[in-house]
């Protein structure tokens, strides 16, 4: 995490990875009501390393730990002459424990606030203000559903049973999907292999630490992925039968990385690497001779969801250069030549088979479709709106919520749905007031 004047300025370090405890990233961070303490979750490999820390904005590196959790918490200030609280996820169950500001400690046993609260990763479903109100949304609303609509938004068929997905990735012969996938009765999710035809899932990789981001190669027959079992994360690689255990393929100096796309001539593989000074970059790891990773895109702005055009000449990517996020194509090797696809804001950009539509997804999470020419020069038409996509994880989670089947007439999306789409949020006022003091 890092730290910058409420007036503005240069951001600083604030926190570092513990190395030790093969700490991924710090998050959800929160100030204590003496505006120099704060609280944050700090996630590791494996569940048991997750854990939320209370540390100073004085001495950040004397950060004490609280409780092991995968979920973020919050603090609730003391009511009248009550004490203060730490509100914590349990296994969908809401926890209250007494928290003693002055002495950063957890005081007394916890307790039980409300049931059934959903999540997703690092984030419980609840919010609790300073003046002794809580809010919290239950039922189904950790699950999406994978289902095919058609250019009109017509829902053909659903794929598999719902579920915590995120990252679509069609295989090249369109006969299985790879997604991420957290497991109810576990913390982190896995890659996981649905065959299309049979709506029949099998797991893909069973280390406990997060693995996600699957990426195909062009003939099918490997999956590169991401996955944080040795710290942040690395880029791994296994061979797509399930045979085999698998390969560390770009190891990360510091800065996670992430894999996005496989040029469709199978000799490169390209990757965002998160960097404290620029932001999410693009990188280009060459799979042939040295294999020495190259800077694609480097900017003070953040590039991501990087996917090569089919004739790996170009490649697509959203930057928030302009202020918001909006999808770019730029030719391959990079020539300093640029051109704006999106209009109004956009993100998660594909191509379709043939290299003559770009898909990507509206700031509103409208699908739109852009015709483009890629020879004898680049050219892209106006955007077109094709339908509303529910999706399930928005535009903050996941780096592909759908993909967009070869010939561009239909979609498999990560959808929400039913229960998941209505789930309700719950407000409670004085909260502590059924608390036994």
């Known amino acids: 995490m890092r730290r910058v004047s409420s007036a503005g300025g240069v951001s600083a370090a604030l926190t570092s990875l513990d190395p030790s405890g093969k700490e991924r990233y710090h998050a959800r961070p929160q100030f204590l009501p003496d505006g120099r303490h704060f609280l944050y979750l700090a996630t590791g490999a494996q569940p048991e390393n997750s854990a939320i820390y209370v540390a100073s904005l004085d001495s950040p590196k004397e950060a004490k730990r609280l409780m092991s959790t995968t979920q973020g918490a919050a603090y609730a200030p003391a009511q009248k002459d009550g004490p203060g609280h730490l509100l914590f996820l349990r296994e969908g169950t809401l926890m209250a424990q007494p928290f003693e500001e002055k002495r950063l400690e957890l005081a007394g046993e916890a307790f039980p606030v409300a049931e059934q609260v959903g999540s997703i990763r690092t984030q419980a479903y609840f919010s609790v203000s300073t003046?002794?109100?809580?809010?919290?949304?239950?039922?189904?609303?950790?699950?999406?559903?994978?289902?095919?609509?058609?250019?009109?938004?017509?829902?053909?068929?659903?794929?598999?049973?719902?579920?915590?997905?995120?990252?679509?990735?069609?295989?090249?012969?369109?006969?299985?999907?790879?997604?991420?996938?957290?497991?109810?009765?576990?913390?982190?999710?896995?890659?996981?292999?649905?065959?299309?035809?049979r709506s029949t899932p099998s797991r893909f990789t069973f280390h406990e630490a997060v693995d996600r981001l699957p990426v195909w190669s062009p003939d099918g027959a490997r999956i590169a992925f991401s996955s944080s079992r040795d710290g942040p994360d690395s880029i791994y690689q296994k061979v797509a039968s399930g045979a085999g255990s698998d390969e560390l393929l770009l190891k990360a100096s510091g800065d996670p990385i992430v894999p996005t796309d496989w040029s469709s001539d199978g000799r490169y593989l390209l990757y965002a690497s998160q960097n404290a000074k620029t932001g999410l970059d693009l990188w280009v790891l060459p799979l042939e001779g040295d294999r020495k990773p190259a800077i694609y895109l480097q900017t003070p702005f953040n590039e991501r969801q990087s996917r090569f055009s089919p004739d790996g000449k170009f490649i697509a990517y959203a930057s928030d250069e302009s202020g918001r996020y909006e999808v770019y194509v730029q030719p391959f090797p990079a020539s300093g030549a640029k051109w704006m696809i999106s209009s109004g804001g956009g993100a998660y950009p594909r191509w379709r088979r043939d290299g003559r539509e770009i898909y990507y997804l509206s700031s509103g999470n409208k699908l739109m479709a852009v015709e483009v020419k890629t020879a004898p020069k680049f050219e892209a038409a106006l955007p077109q709106p094709l339908f509303d996509a529910r999706l399930f994880t928005g535009l903050n989670l996941g780096v592909f919520p759908y993909a967009p089947a070869a010939n561009g007439q239909r979609f498999l999306i990560n959808s929400?749905?039913?229960?998941?789409?209505?789930?309700?949020?719950?407000?409670?006022?004085?909260?502590t007031s059924g608390v036994k003091r």
């Open 416 to 431: 929400v749905q039913g229960e998941t789409a209505s789930a309700p949020i719950t407000i409670v006022q004085n909260w």
């Open 131 to 197: 003046n002794g109100v809580l809010a919290y949304r239950s039922g189904a609303g950790g699950n999406g559903q994978l289902a095919w609509f058609d250019r009109a938004g017509k829902q053909m068929q659903t794929v598999g049973s719902p579920g915590e997905y995120s990252d679509v990735a069609l295989s090249p012969d369109e006969r299985r999907v790879a997604v991420a996938r957290r497991d109810p009765q576990g913390a982190n999710p896995d890659l996981w292999l649905i065959d299309l035809a």
